[in-house]
């Protein structure tokens, strides 16, 4: 059964309503009251709603251009009273055509693995899984209660972490291009919540940024964030090294007065066996994408 609503563009006036139908979302609430007046001023950015006959919003959802080429699709929302009405679809279907027209190839959303019924419906639309991520997350410092995440004394790293220059990131690139992590990743990489394929220029820009680290015979995009929380977006090392590196990527955190790390890494084994050893909270998610 699909319900008669009408899609538009969000409007300032629409938050209100929105905020009401979505405060509940997860556990905790929803992001969508904070992100929405941000989200109506960004450039590369649509978010569209689907309104009813007396222009009340009841569903909204949010399209970003990564690159040129490669959209992003997140925050969809149906008011509770409404969902399995194939709104959903109708709001997808305007975000699908307007990242067409902005020139993108290919769109990507992100789905935790516990939302089993979000990923029916994405796979259902024809998406395929392209990658699984891992969010690790852990406090540091003066936050956290136990320095090492497991009631043991904070080891540091044998290995430190120096600026890496724009000149090394076809060295790093190629490496983790070939690599375990890589291949796993299917070529993404981390932005904030959203990925988008990794370049060579991704790597070399983070380095004029001072946010691209060589660590050992590894590398990662790390960098102090908002809220206090050390961000790594991005990394690469081996079965044998990843415990020194991800110690090496703590000990900056600390350094940089952050009171949190999070870390995306790929839903490898080992990898995931040395967050989780090393005191991090791990919680997976799945990229999908299907061609524009």
């Known amino acids: ?25 997860f556990e905790w609430g929803d992001y969508i009251a904070d992100e929405f ?16 006959d007396d222009e009340h ?38 975000l699908r055509a307007w990242a067409a027209e902005q020139g993108a190839s290919v769109g990507r959303l992100l ?9 029916r419906h994405v796979e259902k639309t024809g998406r395929r899984r392209v990658a699984s991520m891992v969010k690790c997350t852990k406090s540091i410092g003066d936050a956290s209660p136990s320095p090492d995440g497991n009631g043991g004394r904070r080891v540091p790293s044998r290995l430190r972490a120096r600026s890496a220059h ?9 490496s983790w291009s070939i690599g375990e992590l890589g291949r796993a990743s299917h070529g993404l990489f981390g932005i904030g919540w ?13 380095a004029r940024g001072s946010a691209f680290w060589e660590i050992g015979a590894g590398w990662a995009l790390a960098s102090p964030g908002p809220d206090s929380r050390f961000a790594v977006s991005w990394l690469e090392t081996r079965e044998e090294d990843a415990d020194d590196l991800l110690r090496s990527l703590v000990d900056l955190g600390i350094g940089s007065g952050s009171e949190s790390i999070t870390i995306w890494i790929p839903n490898v084994d ?12 791990t919680e997976l998610m799945h990229v999908y994408a299907s061609a524009l």
């Open 270 to 281: 080992w990898a995931v066996r040395v967050v989780r050893r090393l005191g991090f909270e």
């Open 194 to 206: 959203a990925f988008r394929r990794l370049t060579v220029e991704d790597l070399a820009a983070a």
């Open 166 to 174: 724009a000149a090394d990131a076809q060295s790093a690139f190629a």
């Open 111 to 119: 789905v935790e693995d516990w939302n089993e019924a979000s990923i």
């Open 57 to 94: 919003a009841v569903a909204l959802a949010a399209a970003r251009m990564l690159s040129p080429s490669e959209a992003w699709f997140h925050a969809a929302r149906v008011h509770p009273d409404l969902r399995g009405r194939g709104i959903a679809a109708q709001v997808s279907v305007a």
């Open 37 to 52: 007046d941000g989200w109506l001023d960004r450039p590369d950015m649509l978010v569209v709603v689907a309104v009813d």
């Open 1 to 25: 059964m699909t319900s008669e609503v009408s899609i538009r563009p969000a409007l300032p006036s629409d938050r209100q309503t929105i905020v009401e139908f979505t405060r509940d979302t």
